[in-house]
C-alpha cells in the first residue's frame, strides 16, 4: 500500500465557500454511496471542529437512513425545496454521528429537470455559504444532476472495483478534459478490492487494475478499500446502516478508511489540522479510541479553531 501515490499533485479548485468532495461512478453498485457517507464520518472525526455537510444527489435515500436521528416525517423539507430556494439554508439537517445532511429528494427526476445549467449547484452550494467540508453522493450516471456535481467539486473520487467501472472512469475522465473542468480534480479510489481476485494475466485483478489507472495516467489514492463482509452487514443487515467508524473499529477496511481520509485531507491542504487533532492532549479522535463521539452533538468551539481560520481565509470577502 505505501509504494502507491497520488501522480500529480493538482491544486484545489479556486476557493470558495467550503472544499467539495464528490463521489462519483457511471457504473452502479462500485461503493459510492459507502465511500461518501463514511468518509462524511471519518472527516467530522478527525476534524471535529469541522462541519461536515452530506448531500445525496440520489433518491435511494441510503444516505437518509443512515444520518436521519428521528423517522421521517412527511413533508419534510429536502433536497428538492433547497434547490427552488436556490441555498441549502434550512434544508440542512444535523444528523448521527454529528455530521449534517440534506435530506434526499423523493424523486430526483424531477430535479434534473431543474439542472440543465451545470453551474447550479455550485451557485446553490456557493450561496449556502457552509462553513466546512461537503461530500457529495451521486447516482450511477452522468447525466445533469452529477455534472453539477462535477462543476461544484473540489475533488471527484471516483470509484474502481474491477474492469467495468475501470471503463466507466474513462467515460468521466473524458467528459472531464473535454469540459472547462479538466481531469486535474479527478481521483481514482480502489474499492471493494479482494487482494485474492486474479487477473488474466497471472497478476492479482488489484495490481492489473492500478497498472491500468497508472498507465492512463490518472491520479490516485494509494489507499484503496477491501471488500469486507463486516462492511456488507452493516449496510444491509438492518434498514439504518451503520458506521465503519462506529461498528468495524479494528478491522482492515476501518483502518484503510481513516488512512484515506486523511490522504484526502492531505490533498485539499487540510492534513495539518487533523494531524493536530491526532496530537497528544490535542485528541478529540474516536478513531484512535480516545473517547467516544458524541452521536449529533458536535461540541462547540468557544474559540475559534485553526480549522476555522483556514477555512475563514478561504471565504470570499
Ligand atoms: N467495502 C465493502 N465491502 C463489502 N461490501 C461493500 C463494500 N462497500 C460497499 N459494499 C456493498 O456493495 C453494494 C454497493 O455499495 P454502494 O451502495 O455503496 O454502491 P453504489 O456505487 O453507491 O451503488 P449505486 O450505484 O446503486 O448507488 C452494497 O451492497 C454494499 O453493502
Ligand atoms: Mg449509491
Redesign the pocket.
Known amino acids: 500500500m505505501g509504494t502507491f501515490r497520488v501522480v500529480t499533485d493538482a491544486p484545489p479548485a479556486p476557493p470558495r465557500c467550503a472544499p467539495v468532495l464528490v ?1 462519483s ?1 457511471n ?11 463514511n468518509l462524511a464520518i471519518y472527516v467530522r472525526a478527525l476534524l471535529e471542529d469541522l462541519p461536515v455537510l452530506a448531500v445525496g444527489l ?1 433518491d ?1 435515500e ?1 444516505l437518509d437512513r443512515m444520518f436521519a436521528l428521528g423517522l421521517h416525517k412527511s413533508g419534510e423539507r429536502n433536497l428538492k425545496h433547497g434547490w427552488a430556494q436556490r441555498s441549502l439554508e434550512g434544508v440542512i439537517q444535523l444528523g448521527e454521528y454529528g455530521v449534517y445532511f440534506v435530506p434526499s429528494p423523493p424523486d430526483v427526476s424531477l430535479l434534473k429537470g431543474r439542472a440543465e445549467n451545470p453551474l447550479t449547484l455550485r451557485r446553490i452550494l456557493e450561496s449556502t455559504a457552509w462553513r466546512g467540508i461537503i461530500v457529495i ?4 450516471d452522468l447525466e445533469a444532476l452529477t455534472l453539477n456535481a462535477f462543476h461544484a467539486a473540489d475533488r471527484i473520487l471516483i ?1 474502481v472495483a474491477d474492469w467495468g467501472s475501470l471503463e466507466e472512469a474513462a467515460k468521466t475522465f473524458r467528459i472531464l478534459e473535454r469540459s472547462t473542468l479538466g481531469v486535474r480534480r479527478a481521483r481514482v479510489v480502489f ?3 479482494d487482494r485474492r481476485a486474479r487477473a488474466a494475466a497471472g497478476s492479482t485483478l488489484f495490481h492489473a487494475l492500478l497498472e491500468e489507472v497508472r498507465r492512463r495516467g490518472w491520479n490516485y489514492y494509494k489507499t484503496y ?12 443487515g438492518s434498514s439504518t ?1 451503520l458506521s ?1 467508524l462506529h461498528h468495524a473499529r479494528g478491522t482492515a ?1 476501518h483502518a484503510q478508511m481513516r488512512e484515506l481520509t486523511q490522504e484526502v485531507l492531505q490533498d485539499l491542504g487540510l492534513a495539518r489540522f487533523a494531524e493536530a487533532a491526532d496530537a497528544p492532549g490535542e485528541g478529540p479522535s474516536i478513531l484512535w479510541g480516545k473517547r467516544r463521539l458524541a452521536a449529533a452533538t458536535p461540541r462547540r468551539s468557544t474559540a475559534k479553531s485553526g480549522v476555522a481560520n483556514f477555512l475563514g481565509a478561504l471565504r470570499r470577502p
Open positions: 463521489v461512478s457504473k452502479g453498485g462500485v461503493g459510492k454511496t459507502t465511500l461518501a457517507v440520489d435511494q441510503t453522493d451521486t447516482k450511477a470509484p474499492t471493494l478490492v478499500l477491501s471488500r469486507s463482509p463486516r462492511v456488507e452487514v452493516l449496510n444491509s446502516p465503519i477496511v
